[in-house]
């Protein structure tokens, strides 16, 4: 009978492959079975490539005695090849087996878990997991910086607590509310503030969505109210320092924008002109199409949406535009044609995000005193048709020079309702002042805005101490916005901020101002202090002259050349003013006045100034002392046209302004009408609000 022909020598090689395969699995097994060792597989996977120095502190092994137990460790893992290191970076990455490893301990995890009936949790990564004490502990070390000894103790209360609960499933925000609440009973607050989970009650959530903004704004609004609420948040109780987070929570000072306060600047200056090979976004936003240079009007009409989207996400107040005109009026004659292009742009560009509420999210420069008559008639033409088909618009033209032969044109793009400024040197439309420290600068910090009317209710009437207290105050809010300032550059070196930084060549220039703004100069000094009968004009400006002056000594001493004091308008004048409200009790000189908020800048009445310009003497006056920006608004709401022109003409001698009447907005139907009314005069509808 005829033997099988075995090949033993090939039988043998196949045993010892399965064999050495074998050994490999539960050498990998082994390597899963420390907690250690898959936590550093997790960090590496979330958080890699990470140098060695890293990567310890991070898996919680922070004290020399466990830098041996750490070292252990990690050798397990580089055998096995869950992990590799670059030699030539000296970082550490997780491999591709090591990525299947992590999930595959993931799912036998969950499973074991799910069927043994075991407390498990619920994580905000979407994942099911066994609780594990361990985490705890390193949570409180990693994150809170609490010493190893303390956060053994801590963990071991909060798991008496936890075993306590008799719940089904845990999660995440439930065991770090109990960690904090055990932090709090042994008087660990600095420690708790570090560990403070960020976020919303599920209600107000809810809310948002019912609420009627979200019917005018749509997902993207609620995203962005709910995201500004968290970083606003994070701002107050983890990145000021204590003494600016309690001056604000107190209404001593107001944080205008408080969501993305501590990212974005406030506004950004940019000259189109100087964006000679276009807007070089390197390898950020890659999704974004590069821009060329604007050369030519339809470089202008096809690049400068897009640009202004990318610039309006990256400011919280205004985007203020020089050079799209001269760009924009290349090889164009024809009135009619100017108009219709520049109505096109403008209502391509209406779609870009605001963080701002009332002031223009953008300004286009409109150089009066370059152009003809006709050019200007024609661009406020262009303008008026984008207001016209906008309800509430959100750019603004800032008319800049002698334009007295445009003013027919101006005041019919006022009356429908656009953001005219006219000044005789560039400004933002807020009033801002471009000019910093003698330098153009790119960006200008602002909205820190101080309650002056608090100060004065606290001084008993002496002008003196009230400048002294004023004085006092001005130090920390500069020193708060220096550390701002420097915050925020720093996001741009990082590439955070990846087309303001491209478009004002922010690393190479690197010039920027801090400016605090005051608010309700005129309630404080003419009412609260008692000057409104006789020399009243005369103390506003000295308590002026002391802000600049303190400013100026403060802002050298922080380093801050270009530190100014303005008074422009932000949302602190309604904040100040309930605040105060409610701390003295209903404030008379605003009911008198028939006003919920305070005073911002200077507000002039239109029928008023035409038989009395003491007003404007004072605001020019006020302008001269400001080296922030002033805000002088000119108010033309029951005008006729001829009587706006008029108004207008007389608020030239004025170095900026902004004309302006004041209209509701039906968020039913979308039209505008006047105010008088209470319903709207084409649908009937009783929501609308005011700008």
């Known amino acids: 009978m005829e033997q099988p022909n075995f090949d033993y020598q090939k039988e043998s090689k196949k045993g010892g492959v399965l064999e050495s395969a074998s050994k490999r699995v539960r050498m990998i097994f082994s390597v899963m079975a420390s907690p250690n060792r898959i936590d550093i597989l997790r960090i590496l996977n979330t958080k ?4 060695y120095s890293e990567l310890k502190a991070l898996a919680g092994f922070k004290s020399k005695k466990e830098s041996g137990k750490f070292a252990y460790h ?26 299947l490893v992590l999930s595959l301990a993931r799912q036998i995890e969950e499973r074991s878990i799910i069927e043994g009936g075991k407390m498990y949790v619920r994580t905000s990564k979407h994942t099911i997991e066994e609780f594990n004490s361990h985490k705890i502990i390193q949570s409180l070390v990693r994150e809170a910086n609490l010493p190893v000894e303390q956060a053994h103790k801590i963990t071991e209360e909060v798991e008496n607590k936890i075993y306590k609960f008799q719940t089904a499933y845990l999660t995440s925000s439930l065991i770090r509310e109990t960690v904090n609440s055990v932090l709090i009973e042994h008087g660990h607050e ?18 948002m969505f019912s609420s009627e903004e979200a019917g005018r704004n749509g997902i993207d609004g609620v995203m962005s109210r709910v995201a500004g609420s968290v970083f606003s948040e994070y701002l107050v109780f983890n990145t000021l320092p204590k003494d600016i987070a309690d001056m604000h929570l107190a209404g001593e000072i107001n944080i205008s924008n408080s969501g993305v306060w501590g990212m974005l600047p406030d506004t950004i200056f940019l000259d189109v002109s100087e964006l000679e090979e276009g807007l070089d976004l390197k390898g950020r936003l890659l999704s974004v199409a590069r821009l060329p240079a604007l050369k030519g009007s339809d470089d202008v009409a096809s690049a400068l949406p897009a640009l202004v989207s990318l610039l309006s996400r990256e400011a919280s107040t205004e985007v203020v535009l020089e050079g799209v005109v001269p760009a924009l009026l290349k090889n164009i004659k024809d009135p009619e044609d100017i108009a219709s292009r520049f109505a096109r742009v403008l209502v391509a560009s209406s779609a870009a995000p605001s963080y701002s509420s009332s002031l223009p999210a953008t300004t286009v420069a409109v150089p009066a005193d370059s152009l003809d008559a006709k050019q200007v008639g024609a661009l406020l033409d262009g303008y008026r048709k984008y207001v016209d088909a906008t309800p509430v618009p959100r750019i603004g033209l800032a008319l800049v020079g002698k334009m007295k032969d445009s003013l027919d044109h101006a005041v019919a793009a006022v009356r429908s309702g656009g953001m005219i400024s006219i000044s005789s040197n560039l400004r933002a439309g807020s009033g801002m002042r471009k000019s910093a420290g003698g330098k153009a600068a790119a960006m200008t910090l602002h909205s820190l805005s101080i309650n002056l009317p608090r100060l004065a209710y606290e001084s008993n009437k002496d002008e003196t101490y009230f400048r002294a207290k004023l004085a006092l105050m001005i130090k920390p809010s500069l020193a708060a916005m220096s550390m701002r300032k420097k915050t925020i550059t720093d996001y741009a070196k990082k590439g955070l901020l990846p087309a303001f930084a491209s478009s004002t060549q922010m690393m190479q220039r690197g010039v920027s101002s801090i400016v605090i703004n005051l608010t309700g100069t005129k309630e404080s000094v003419y009412n609260i202090l008692g000057h409104e009968s006789s020399g009243g004009a005369e103390v506003l400006q000295k308590v002026l002259k002391t802000a600049v002056d303190v400013a100026g000594t403060q802002g050298k001493q922080l380093g801050e050349d270009a530190a100014g004091i303005a008074m422009i308008s932000d949302d602190s004048g309604t904040r100040f003013a309930s605040l105060d409200s409610e701390k003295y009790g209903k404030i008379s000189l605003l009911q008198s006045q028939n006003t919920a908020s305070y005073s911002q800048g200077m507000t002039l009445n239109g029928k008023e100034i035409l038989s009395d310009k003491a007003a404007i003497q004072e605001c020019v006056a006020i302008d ?29 001698e004025l170095p900026f302004f902004r004309p302006r009447i004041r209209l509701a907005v039906c968020t039913t139907c979308g039209r505008r009408s006047k105010t008088a009314a209470d319903r709207c005069e084409f649908c009937k509808s009783p929501h609308r609000i005011i700008v």
């Open 48 to 51: 890699g490539p990470l140098t």
């Open 624 to 652: 001269r002392l400001l080296n922030g920006g002033f805000a002088a608004g000119l108010d033309l709401t029951d005008l006729s046209p001829a009587e706006a022109k008029s108004a207008i003409e007389a608020a030239l």
């Open 190 to 207: 600095e420690y708790r503030n570090k560990l403070a989970r960020l976020g919303l009650p599920s209600s107000d959530i809810v809310e």
């Open 74 to 99: 990690l050798r397990k893992l580089l055998r096995q090849l869950l992990v590799a290191l670059n030699k030539a970076e000296r970082r550490y990455t997780i491999t591709n087996l090591g990525k």
